[in-house]
Structures are given as structure tokens and as C-alpha cells.
């Protein structure tokens, strides 16, 4: 008698199966489907990811090679088509890198211009965009008026951050470059007295004293100055 049950059982279970089986199959089988073919292409998304960040990385070695073999407009162009095709990681870095050789090359108003746009992109890292600010200064420092250096860096001297050093170094040796003595003289104590300003720095800061027949170290800190457009001057306190 149970092996009659059983066999009741199982033919019912075959019907039902057979019931859902004809309303719900095809949606089954393309949830099968989908499941399969989403994972492999899934996979297949992530190889290729892997394989451009692996094409980025060795054009990006293969420009800086030819940089370095002193090949610098053959160099000049990877880095452009780097700056146009690669991740954004890569394509910050290519444009730091041409913004640089088109300073070796003497293009300073287009280095100064791209390191410009760097600094002025926010989707990229903001280290980055400092220390494009500081390039462009740096090119800027040999020619240009002393205001439009100091319009560029004070920002960064009042900061917190360690590239108030940096921005301090080049309000100094732009104010020497311009016959101004008073105010390197306060860039660059500031400088030689602040215990945290790197070695290399600081060294720099205290030759630049010597030369300028300065104190390095008795005076306390003074402020940059700076002259407003009308020409009355305020003092800045530049954070140590």
C-alpha cells in the first residue's frame, strides 16, 4: 500500500513540476542565461580594465624613456597622446609630464599655461594641482612681475599644508630677482627659523641671508607683506 502512496506522490510532483515548468521555463532559462553570461562578461570587463591600465603604465614608461634619452620632442608627443587617450590617473600625469619638457624647451608660456590648467582641474588630485601651481611660479619667477608671483603662491604660503615652503622659497628668491630686499629677507627667515622647514630648504633660505647681509636666526618670524593694487600694503601672516 505505501509503495501506491509513493508512486501518487511522485506522479503529482512530476505534475506540478511540469505546470511550473510550462508557465515559468522561459523566464528560468533566461535568468540562467543572464546570470551565466553577466559573470563571464563581468570577467571579461575586468581582464580588459587590467589590460589598459597595463597599456597606460608601459606608454607612460616608454615616454618617460625617451624623455630621458634626451628625446624630448619624440617624448613631447607620447605624453600629449597619453594626456588625450589614457585614465584619468594617467592623463594628470602625462600633462605634468609635457607641461615639464615644454619648460626645458624654453615654452614657458605653455608650460605655464597647461600647468595652469592642472591646477585649475578639479577631478584631479589636489597634491597635483599644488604642485602645479608651484611649477608655474617657479617659470614665472625669472621674468614675470613680482605681484603676479605673489598672486600665484601666497595662497599656498598661508597655508598649513608643506608646500608653504616651497611658496615661500620662490616669494624670496622673486623678490631678490626684483631688486627687493626687504621682502626676501622675510621669505627667507621665516624660512631659516621654522623648525619644520625641510633641510635642503632651510639651507638655501640661510645662504640666501648671507647674501643678502640678513639675520637667520635672532629676528622672530615677519609677515609677507603684500602691496593691495592700490599700492597701500597689509601685512599677511603666513601660518608656520
Known sequence: MSDIFREVEEDLRQDNYRKIWDEWGMLIV???????FGTAGYQIWQGYQSSQRLNYADAYIAASELDRNDQQDQALSAFEALAKTGSEGYQALAKFRKAGILGDQDKIDE????FDEIAGDPAIDDSFRRLAQIKAAVLLAESAPYVDIRDRVVPLAESQTPWRFSALEILGYA?????????AIQSFQRLAEDPETPISIRTR?????IILDAPSGEASPAPVVIEDPDGQSSESGVSE
Open 30 to 36: 533566461a535568468v540562467v542565461v543572464i546570470i551565466v
Open 111 to 114: 608650460a605655464i599655461a597647461l
Open 175 to 183: 623678490a631678490f630677482k626684483h631688486d627687493d630686499p626687504a621682502r
Open 205 to 209: 633660505a640661510t645662504e640666501m641671508l
